[in-house]
C-alpha cells in the first residue's frame, strides 16, 4: 500500500514538473529568440539562438524607446489604479460580508456580471465618458475604468466572512468606530487576500495595452506596453524578431519578478478564502 502511494506521488509529481514546463516554453522561446543575431538567417547555427549568443538585440531595443519614461508611466498608472482600488474594494467587500441592507444578494450578483462582461465591450462607453469629463490623454484617464473591482470585492468578501464576527463585537465594545474596526480587525487579518489582489490587478494593468493606447496620444504618459509597439515598427517590412522578444522581456522582468517573490502568498490567499 505505501509502495503504491509512492508510485502516485512520483507521478503526480513528474505530472507537475511536464505542466511547468509547458507553461515555460512561450518564455524559454523568448528569451532564446531575444538573444539570437539579428543578420543569422534561420538556417545558420541553432534555429533559436544562432550560431551564438549576445545583446545587441537588448541594446538596440534600449535605444528605440524611452524605457525609463515608459516605467515610469506604468507604475504610475499601476499604483495609482491599486490605491483606488484598494478602498473601494474594501469598503464594498465589508458592506457584502457583514451589513444587511434589502437588495444585497441581487446587487452583489449585478456587480459580480462584471466578470463575465469583457473589457473591450466597454471600450466605447468609457472612451465618450473620458471626452465628457474632459480628460483625454491624461493619467487620471488611464485609471478611472479600473477604480472598481468585482474581483477585489468577491476575494475579500470570502476573507472578510471567515473573520470571526466577535472580534468586530470586542472592538465595537471597546469603542472602535467603523473605520477602526475595518482596519484593525479585517484589513489585519486579510493582508494575505489583499496581497493576492495586488498582485493579480497590478500583472493585469502592466499588460494592458488596448486602453491606454486609445485614450493617450502623449508620450510623456504611455505605459511600457504601447511603448513596445515602437519595437513592431522599426522597419517597412515590420519589426525585428530578436529585439521585440528582448522588448517583451523588459516589460515582464518585474512581473516575473514579483510573482517569483510572493508567489507563496498568493497562492495561500486563494485557498483560505476559498475561492479557486
Do not use: C
Not at 26 to 55: A, D, M, W, Y
Not at 125 to 148: C, H, K, S, V
Not at 163 to 171: F, G, T
Amino acid at each position: 500500500m505505501n509502495q503504491s502511494g509512492g508510485i502516485l506521488r512520483r507521478i503526480a509529481a513528474l505530472t507537475k514538473v511536464l505542466i511547468a514546463i509547458v507553461f515555460l516554453i512561450p518564455l524559454i522561446f523568448t528569451l532564446l529568440v531575444s538573444l539570437r543575431p539579428e543578420t543569422e538567417p534561420v538556417t545558420k547555427g541553432n534555429i533559436f539562438f544562432g550560431s551564438e549568443l549576445t545583446v545587441e538585440n537588448y541594446e538596440r531595443a534600449l535605444v528605440i524607446a524611452p524605457w525609463g519614461l515608459h516605467y515610469a508611466n506604468s507604475i504610475m498608472f499601476v499604483g495609482g489604479t491599486l490605491l483606488v482600488q484598494l478602498v473601494t474594494v474594501t469598503g464594498a467587500a465589508y458592506a457584502f460580508a457583514r451589513m444587511r441592507f434589502f437588495g444585497r444578494n441581487l446587487l452583489l450578483m449585478i456587480i459580480l456580471l462584471q466578470l463575465m462582461i469583457p473589457s473591450g465591450v466597454l471600450l466605447v462607453q468609457n472612451f465618450r465618458m473620458i471626452n465628457i469629463l474632459g480628460l483625454f490623454d491624461t493619467r487620471i484617464a488611464l485609471m478611472i475604468p479600473y477604480w472598481g473591482s468585482a474581483f477585489g470585492v468577491l476575494l475579500l468578501r470570502q476573507t472578510f466572512r471567515e473573520v470571526p464576527v466577535e472580534l468586530e463585537e470586542a472592538a465595537r465594545i471597546d469603542g472602535a468606530n467603523l473605520l477602526q474596526v475595518i482596519r484593525h480587525v479585517y484589513v489585519r487579518n486579510a493582508i494575505p487576500a489583499y496581497l493576492a489582489f495586488a498582485l493579480v490587478s497590478v500583472s493585469s494593468h502592466w499588460n494592458e495595452f488596448l486602453w491606454p493606447f486609445i485614450i493617450t496620444r502623449s508620450q510623456e504618459i504611455r505605459p511600457l506596453t504601447v511603448g513596445l509597439n515602437k519595437l513592431i515598427k522599426t522597419t517597412d517590412q515590420g519589426a525585428f524578431y530578436g529585439q521585440l522578444m528582448a522588448g517583451t522581456l523588459i516589460v515582464i522582468a518585474p512581473l516575473v519578478i514579483l510573482f517569483l517573490l510572493f508567489q507563496r502568498q498568493f497562492v495561500e490567499s486563494f485557498a483560505r478564502s476559498g475561492i479557486r
